[in-house]
Structure formats: C-alpha cells, structure tokens
C-alpha cells in the first residue's frame, strides 16, 4: 500500500520530536506498505499498535500539525516553509521573511500557552534580551509580536545542526575541536554578560553549529539581568536549568547569579564532549543535582586519556562547585582557552589549583597543630597524674611512720 501525504508529514513530526527511532519508523513503513488494501490501516496506528509511540503522543504531535497550518496564514509578512523543532514551551519554523526576501526562524508560543501570562511575558522577555545583544557567536533576534492569537519570536536562520545531535549519536569531540566551539560560546557569553545578561541554560542543545563551522549560542528564555532584583527574589530558592549542565547555585536558587554560573554549565557541556559523558549521571534529576552539588568531579583526563593535563585544569576549574574557585569572567576563560589551544600551560587555572592546594595545606597546618597541642596537653595531664600519685605516696607513708613512731612508745 502506497504511503499518503498525511502519513509521510505525521512520521517525519514523530522522528523530529525524538518519540521513535529510525529503525521503529522504518519497521512501520514496511509493514504499512506490506499491508492488505482490504483492512488498511494508518501509520499513524501501527506506531501505536507496535507501542512506539502513546496514543496521547499521536494526538499532540496531530494538534501541533493543524497548528502549523494555522500558523501559516495568521503571521502577515511571513511564509512558513516547515517545521525545525519544538521544545517544551515553543515550536520553532523556518520561514520566508516576504519584506526581504530572507531566510528566518519563528518560534511560535502555542496557543494552549498564551493563557498564561507568565508564559507569555518570559516569551516576549527572550525577545528583548536577545535584542540587546548583536554578536556573530549570538543567534540574532529580528522581531517579536503578536498576530491571530500567535505570540512570535522572529530570529536568524542557521543552516546546520546542534552540538546535541552530534553528541546523541555518542560523538566524542578531539580537543582542538572542543576547545574551537568552547573559545566560541565563550565568546559569545562574554558579550551578553558585559551587557548585563546571563544565560543560565548553557547545554549542548542551546550550541549550532552552521555549515561554514562558526558557532551560535541560542534560547534566551531562561536569561536575566544581573541587576534584575525583582525578578531574582521572585525566582528565590527554584533551581532554573538543565540538570545535566546546571551550576550548583542555580540549583540552591541562589539569587545572586552571575557570570560564574554561564561558566561552569559550560565546563559540563566541555565534558561531555570530549569525555562522551555527562559529568554527573542518576537515575533521576534530583539525584543529578545532588551529585553537582556533593559529588567530586572525575578528572576529564582519567576519563579520555589522550586529553591534555591543561584542558583538563580548565574544565576543572570551570566547574568548581564553589563559585569562587572558578575563572572570574568568560575573558579569564578565553586567556587560558587561548593557551591550551597553543599548547602551552592554562596559568590562570594552575594559580586557583595551587590557592586551592594552599588552603588545603593551611587547613592541614592547623590540623597539625591542633594534633600537637592535644598530644602536648595529654602528655601535661600524664606528667599531673604521676606527680600527684607520687605525693600521695609520700604522705601514705609518712602517715604509717608517724603511726608506728607513736605506738612504739
């Protein structure tokens, strides 16, 4: 039986949504077109008979097909060409910008969202932080507004892929590679944070890659201003990120978030990809945010050992769980990117490991010598003891002397 149009859009939206693998999808198809014309059935339904996919992930992925459409025709200015993705909050589609004739991307608030004025105020928030910003390594931001009911966030089209893609397929970056795209987020995050903006969502699936290899950090829909008190009291005390990447402060809901936190959720996206692992794993994300708050690092180079002593420090110092024990600004991390790429030694990540060896031998120092004031104190109260044993004696025996002078009388 011959594949319809319906089907072929319903399982190219299943396989972009990441709700079935390729040898699933193909494994349908097969069986869809070995069916008998006399008691057809959908693609659709054998996903579901083959329990690939739910019955509810059928009618989401459905809902967001119609919503498409609508799409389309309510945005003046714009043709929608299809669809690139959807997270958790948005869908995103690439589109003709008419007045131009250019190449976009619009990320569309779902109508199901638009009732709810927190979705709707961060939405139209990500639009303005991302305005404030006009970087090569930044995904430039164009327009933003509201048309037929749709909230949308018109923004640069990048024509390539996502560091995630490369590393969901278990990709393990050289070091030179790495250190390439890391100089390059690093960059990117050192101009939104001179300009008052941190991130605070910096992973793999935030990072593009396009096709000529320059890098573009993506989705400010987690960004705040340093100087955004209300907002930072308001978010007091609620973790704001990916588990697998996030600081150990944004996960105590910390409100004084700064530039630290951009850098260590990229020290974790560092590890991951040159190490082909997250830097901590559970079976769950609290006890993922448990571990980056408790659990010692693993040395990226006990992991790969082809990786450089100097890329390692770097990561390690990047994710220090102590904000303090980290690089300072993205521009302290870009000096010792700079120097690990040319081989030499990173010096800013080898000062804080040797202030840190410092503190820990103060600290054994101290331990020392409180060790030897118990010890000399201990000997003091033996030597105490003794004597007063001693004078005891003594007087004992003078005592039995005087009695014995007495009674030989």
Do not use: W
Not at 21 to 48: D, G, M, V, Y
Not at 305 to 327: F, N, P, W
Not at 385 to 405: D, E, N, Q, R, Y
């Amino acid at each position: 039986m011959n594949e319809t149009n319906y089907d072929s859009i319903f399982g190219k939206l299943i396989l972009e949504q990441g709700l079935c693998t390729e040898e699933e999808l193909a494994r349908c198809k097969k069986q869809f077109k070995n069916q008998s014309e006399e008691n057809p059935t959908t693609l659709e339904q054998l996903l579901i008979s083959n329990r690939f996919i739910t019955p509810s992930q059928a009618r989401r992925t459905k809902e967001a097909t119609k919503e498409g459409k609508d799409v389309a025709e309510q945005i003046p200015g714009y043709k929608i060409l299809g669809k690139l993705g959807a997270g958790a909050m948005a869908i995103v589609y690439k589109a003709k910008q008419l007045s131009l004739d250019r190449v976009v991307a619009v990320k569309i608030l779902p109508r199901r969202f638009s009732e709810n004025q927190d979705y709707v105020q961060r939405f139209y928030k990500e639009g303005k932080a991302a305005a404030k910003l006009n970087h090569n390594n930044i995904v430039t931001a164009y327009d933003v507004g509201e048309a037929g009911g749709y909230h949308y966030f018109v923004m640069e089209y990048v024509e390539g892929k996502t560091l995630y893609e490369d590393m969901s397929k278990g990709k393990i970056f050289s070091e030179e590679e790495a250190v390439g795209i890391i100089t390059q987020v690093a960059k990117a995050l050192a101009h939104a944070h001179a300009r008052g903006l941190i991130h605070r969502d910096v992973k793999p699936k935030n990072i593009m890659i396009n096709t000529t290899g320059t890098v573009k950090l993506a989705d400010l829909g987690l960004a705040r201003n340093t100087d955004d008190v209300q907002m930072a009291k308001s978010e007091a005390g609620k973790a704001f990120g990916t588990p697998y990447y996030i600081s150990p402060e944004q996960i105590r809901g910390e409100i004084d978030i700064d530039a630290r936190s951009d850098i260590y959720s990229l020290g974790a996206t560092f590890y991951h990809m040159v190490t082909g692992r997250v830097p901590f794993d559970a079976s769950s994300p609290a006890e993922v945010m448990k571990k980056h708050l408790k659990e010692p690092l693993i040395p990226p180079d006990h992991i790969n050992t082809s990786l450089s002593a100097g890329v390692s420090e770097v990561i390690e110092v990047m994710m220090a769980k102590r904000k303090q024990d980290r690089y300072t600004s993205a521009e302290e991390l870009l000096l010792d990117l700079d120097a690990v790429s040319r081989g030499e030694p990173p010096l800013r990540a080898r000062k804080k490991f040797n202030l840190g060896e410092l503190g820990q031998l103060q600290q054994g120092q101290s331990i020392e010598s409180d060790s030897k004031e118990k010890i000399h104190y201990e000997q003091s109260i033996s030597s105490y003891k003794v004597i007063v044993t001693v004078l005891v004696s003594a007087i004992a025996v003078l005592v039995l002397l005087v009695i014995f002078l007495f009674t030989s009388k």
